[in-house]
């Protein structure tokens, strides 16, 4: 996975993120903060904790995660992914496991 950071102030952050094939984020939740994921290359999936089914996304879709919902993103496909990761609310980042 890599990461880079384009806005960190406060409560805002924002970072594209990308995903080799197979790869995946740890299982997480944020206390207070609200995640929009946005895709921009390949499909992202996002799975969350709490039995819904995951949601794939494509260039130019998008979804937003409620503070306190356990989730992880991953890319399913056979090439690299890449997201856009906006995050509001103060930052804090919580393993589990699933």
């Known amino acids: 996975m890599h990461r880079e950071d384009l806005i960190r102030r ?3 952050r924002v970072a594209a993120i990308a995903l080799e094939a197979g790869e995946a ?3 997480h ?3 207070r903060v ?3 994921v946005f895709g921009l290359q390949g499909e992202v999936r996002l799975e969350t904790g709490a ?3 995951a949601v794939t996304l494509l260039p130019g879709q998008r979804h937003t995660l409620a503070p306190g919902v356990v989730h992880r ?3 399913p496909g056979g090439t690299k992914s890449v997201y856009l990761l906006v995050q509001n609310g103060h930052y804090d980042f919580v393993a589990v496991d699933p």
């Open 25 to 27: 984020s740890p299982w």
């Open 34 to 36: 609200t995640e929009t």
């Open 10 to 12: 406060g409560d805002a």
């Open 51 to 53: 039995g819904t089914a």
């Open 73 to 75: 993103l991953s890319n």
């Open 29 to 31: 939740y944020h206390s």
